[in-house]
DNA sequence: ACCTGAACACCGTTCAAGT
DNA sequence: ACCTGAACACCGTTCAAGT
């Protein structure tokens, strides 16, 4: 069972979700197609249960932060966290957090990030909704993540930022008239990191969450 | 080419994504399943076009939109139309916004919820970065709202609340010493609204926004 | 308890051929 | 320019049968 997970979450990393497939497990396994189905009842479980192993050492990553007094800085050390494990894992965009509510290692990360929430002034709601918040960020990013490289950048053909300019170029091509806004951020999109962009995003609403706990 | 797009969107929206394919999308057509192939190069492009035709729809909503004097008030306005267009169409989740960069529809709503930033004393950075917050709280709302109904619910079986008063249950159930967080916030899960919980995410977002403008 | 080979139904895509 | 039937390679899943 462990080696099913072991190797299912390897192929995702070498190639991504379109790799994981009955057929190629099986033979990195060294058996055969059906076998898998005695761990497994369906490929949607599979990816569940692959997804909830990476998300268990992701845990482990977030339960070593040495911690803060401040629950907000906390909340942006682990957020940062779990935004490092996605770019290294691309595919997690599409299944991390899928399901929060089932048991398992999604729940228990989503409570660890609550609990810096039980560290505000806040009301119940409140936090509930921050988490969700918070969670919506990293996926919003992660989905951004996992479909970004459009296989000319995967066959190393060209690097990201050769193909970043590109696009850039085309912006830069269209009517000022009618895309000021495009044509305003036009430099600011060329060459730009992921990474900025999250923390942005991330800081936007913890923002806003300091302004309410302070309310 | 409009019907092929019309089609593929009326099947989307009857069934999700899995119930496009060019089998039944041929069917539909009443055709053969390679014509299809005259019109898009494979179902990646499929999807694009599909995406990009209802973006087009909610593109026309949102012009309609009255404006206010105060662009965040604005942009506000903007995101609920996405969310709402979004919960009506679940299967956008996985595709909206996935192409802002190409032509199309997608980049003329970038371009559109840019063009409130522009009336915010910013930086083209933080209005590149502020716009791709919002349209991440809508992408991370509009992931969760994707995969929500686990077919139960679908099949009429069992309705949403008692669907989501069963895995209340499951929490409350859960050691309070080890998930302080979730007991905690419990009673606001059961029987929560998606639309309250997307309001909120984006109420942080705006809030972080103002203050940076107003800076 | 654990594994297998062979089949089934379905899928995206291609291609030579038609009008 | 537009459409077709038939095939190809691949996929998740099942099942009767083995150890």
Redesign the interface.
């Known amino acids: 069972m462990e080696s099913v997970l072991t190797e299912a979450v390897a192929l995702l990393d070498e190639a991504g979700a379109p790799a994981l497939t009955f057929r190629a497990l099986a033979q990195r396994l060294g058996g055969g197609v059906a076998s898998i189905y005695w761990y497994v009842a369906s490929k949607d479980e599979l990816l569940d249960r692959a997804t909830d192993h990476v998300i268990g050492m992701m845990l482990a990553d977030i339960e070593e932060l040495p911690g803060s007094d401040d629950p907000i800085d906390d909340l942006r050390a682990m957020a940062l966290k779990l935004f490092d494990a996605i770019v290294d894992r691309p595919w997690l965009g599409?299944y991390f957090m899928?399901n929060t509510?089932t048991?398992g290692n999604s729940?228990r990360l989503?409570?660890r990030?609550?609990?810096q929430?039980?560290r505000l002034d806040l009301t119940?709601?409140?936090?509930?909704?921050?988490?969700?918040?918070i969670?919506?960020?990293?996926?919003?990013?992660a989905?951004?993540l996992g479909?970004e490289p459009p296989q000319e950048v995967l066959d190393g053909a060209v690097d990201r930022d050769e193909f970043l300019g590109r696009?850039a170029q085309?912006?830069r091509e269209l009517d000022p008239e009618?895309?000021?806004?495009?044509h305003?951020?036009v430099?600011?999109?060329d060459g730009?990191d992921d990474v900025?962009?999250f923390r942005?995003?991330l800081?936007?609403?913890?923002?806003?969450?300091r302004?309410?706990a302070e309310a």
């Open positions: 599409a899928r509510g048991q729940l989503y409570e990030l609550g609990q929430t039980l119940a709601l409140q936090r509930f909704h921050a988490v969700s918040a969670v919506g960020v990293v996926v919003g990013s989905v951004d479909q696009y085309t912006w009618k895309f000021p806004f495009v305003n951020i430099d600011e999109f730009h900025d962009q942005s995003a800081e936007l609403t913890l923002t806003g969450l302004l309410q």
